[in-house]
């Protein structure tokens, strides 16, 4: 399409906040299902944190550099807009 720079860099960050919250999903329940002080989940949290923290950075990345830098805004005069009524 004429004018867009990129158009999936939003959709993968929408992708990778989908992914994330899962993850969240996941740390919750492994959380809530340790028994007393003993949690075998704690693997899981770890990976699960550290994927979600690593997902989000490079996303971040590659929607700073291809989409917000990539870009530039342009002046349009404004149609049918007026300060005063």
């Known amino acids: 399409m004429p004018g867009k ?6 959709e993968a960050l ?3 906040s989908a992914h994330v919250m899962g993850n969240d999903v996941g740390i919750g329940i492994a959380g809530a299902s ?4 003993l949690n075998v989940f704690k693997p899981m949290l770890i990976h699960d944190l550290l994927e979600s923290i690593e997902l989000l950075a490079d996303a971040c990345e590659s929607f700073r550099d291809n989409c917000v830098v990539a870009s530039s805004p342009t ?3 404004s149609r049918g807009t007026s300060a005063t009524r």
């Open 34 to 37: 340790g028994h007393l002080e």
């Open 5 to 10: 720079v990129n158009p999936t860099q939003a």
């Open 14 to 16: 929408t992708m990778v």
């Open 75 to 77: 002046a349009r005069p």
